[in-house]
């Protein structure tokens, strides 16, 4: 006798609020009217109709997934009158199901892998980690936090999960070394939160950004005028922080001096370039 009935169900109970009894008179026959569901049911059969009462209820719990993102089921319930032949009718129950925060985000990838110069800038990107949540409404917002293992050099961003270097870096392998392992959380917005883990392994590549050192500075060496070519007279030694650092050495020809005991420049003579008289 109504054109559509409407409810409500949640997914942790059976019980519809409010309750639907599906009514209809034919005042036409004698016969007794029966109800039947014809259309719209779970594979499952969640809903059930009294075929005598018309009353309608769940026989088990339904998901906010199982209505393809809409949110709600419409049943198409019959009532026949169950003439020769017989007569009927059909009306639409409508059941929204209220989501609850049952699902916890879930990482696309659960172990996530990311490389980055020692010399990157703040705002580099690094990796991006990604969470969905199956949940409806806020119940399915994902946010992400790092919980351990920045060491403050890395920061994942709040909406998107972006993973980029910090403000304030300091990624200088020699002092913090080469590898990372984060811990990133996505939680979502439903009341309790729920939350999924995600692994992240940054690895960080060495530049060559340092300078190579002496042992000493500088090397004094004394020799006599008589000394021959080709003898050994000092070895020096430079040390180079940048990992797989191969060091060659060279005498720039532009930086050789030489002085007389009283500290006056000399110069070459015609047929001796003292600039050649040393080599490394």
Avoid: C, W
Wanted: no cysteine.
């Amino acid at each position: 006798d109504v054109d559509q009935y409407q409810t409500f169900a949640t997914e942790s109970d059976t019980e519809l609020t409010p309750n639907v009894t599906v009514k209809a008179v034919d005042k036409e026959s004698d016969f007794d009217v029966t109800y039947s569901i014809i259309g719209g049911n779970t594979p499952d059969n969640a809903f059930a109709i009294d075929p005598m009462t018309g009353y309608f209820y769940l026989t088990k719990t339904v998901n906010y997934d199982q209505t393809d993102g809409k949110g709600f089921f419409e049943l198409r319930v019959q009532a026949s009158d169950n003439g020769s032949p017989a007569q009927t009718a059909e009306v639409v129950v409508t059941v929204t199901v209220r989501d609850e925060n049952d699902h916890a985000p879930e990482f696309k990838n659960t172990v996530l892998y990311g490389t980055v110069s020692e010399v990157s800038p703040p705002g580099t990107s690094v990796v991006s980690v990604t969470a969905t949540d199956l949940d409806a409404g806020q119940n399915g917002v994902v946010n992400y936090v790092v919980q351990s293992g920045a060491k403050d050099n890395f920061h994942v961003d709040f909406d998107t999960g972006l993973v980029t270097v910090a403000d304030g870096a300091d990624l200088d392998i020699e002092r913090f070394g080469d590898d990372y392992r984060m811990i990133v959380y996505g939680f979502d917005q439903g009341s309790p939160s729920l939350t999924g883990t995600a692994e992240v392994l940054i690895t960080v590549t060495d530049a060559n950004n340092k300078l190579p050192v002496f042992l000493e500075d500088p090397y004094q060496v004394s020799i006599l005028e008589s000394t021959a070519p080709d003898t050994p007279i000092k070895t020096v030694t430079a040390n180079d922080p940048d990992t797989d650092s191969s060091i060659q050495y060279t005498i720039p020809y532009d930086s050789i001096e030489a002085k007389d005991k009283n500290g006056n420049p000399l110069t070459s003579q015609v047929n001796f370039d003292y600039k050649d008289a040393f080599r490394v």
